[in-house]
């Protein structure tokens, strides 16, 4: 049973289109986070929601909306897509205040030409 | 700003070495400390640290957190290729769950 699952693994896309990617965790956790991982490795938070609200939203471009239709769900959109957009976006999950980290989905690897 | 760093941030041993990694960090509204390994795919959980001096063990691996001195290690013995991976430490805050995560060891393990 995958716990937290993400579509597409891959995505290629040009510059300038838009695109989206899907999560979705059977944990019944209530908090879901996409994280950005660079060339780098670098693994860094974008948004967070508990309960189908924004609690997290680092200093991100505009062109990317995250949307959670449920506790169980948390999509992100990401318009006009730049080069630099390129990296592997992970979607995690918790139950919030419990701590002990995040379960993460297996990544989307996202390149833009 | 909170910031979490690990050294080295790459490192090449052979088969049966023993290994110590590093981690420190200034973060306010500290909750715990994590360490996740990240292969191919996603980071996978290794341990959560909240207390000082007590050592959390798994195998041959083993971390410990020093709240004192704001850092923490993570030693593995008689390392195998398969602990070839990013070890990734992070520190998870009591605000809003956020967690900060360090750059990664790169620790390759070559036979």
């Known amino acids: 049973d995958t716990a937290v699952s993400q579509t597409p693994k891959y995505l290629v896309t040009q510059m300038g289109n838009d695109k989206s990617i899907k999560c979705e965790q059977n944990?019944?956790?209530?908090?879901m986070y996409w994280y950005k991982q660079d060339s780098k490795k670098f693994l860094k938070i974008m948004f967070s929601?508990?309960?189908?609200?924004?609690?997290i939203n680092e200093t991100v471009p505009n062109r990317f909306s995250p949307k959670s239709p449920d506790k169980a769900h948390l999509n992100l959109h990401i318009n006009s897509l730049e080069l630099g957009d390129s990296a592997v976006y992970f979607c995690?999950?918790?139950?919030?205040?419990?701590?002990?980290?995040?379960?993460f989905g297996p990544g989307t690897r996202l390149t833009v030409t | 700003e909170d910031k979490v760093v690990q050294s080295p941030l790459s490192l090449v041993v052979h088969e049966g070495d023993t290994v110590t990694l590093n981690c420190s960090y200034e973060?306010?509204?500290?909750?715990?400390l994590l360490w996740y390994k990240q292969e191919k795919k996603a980071p996978t959980f290794l341990f959560m640290l909240?207390?000082?001096?007590i050592e959390k063990k798994s195998g041959r691996l083993s971390s410990i957190l020093d709240k004192k001195e704001l850092s923490s290690i993570l030693n593995i013995t008689a390392t195998q290729t398969g602990d070839s991976a990013i070890y990734l430490c992070?520190?998870?805050?009591?605000?809003?769950?956020?967690?900060?995560f360090g750059p990664g060891t790169s620790l390759s393990v070559i036979p």
């Open positions: 992070a520190v998870e805050k009591t605000s809003y769950d956020k967690v900060i």
């Open positions: 995690a999950s918790s139950q919030y205040g419990r701590g002990g980290g995040q379960y």
């Open positions: 944990l019944g956790h209530d908090t």
């Open positions: 909240t207390s000082s001096g």
């Open positions: 973060v306010t509204n500290f909750r715990s």
């Open positions: 929601y508990n309960n189908k609200e924004l609690i």
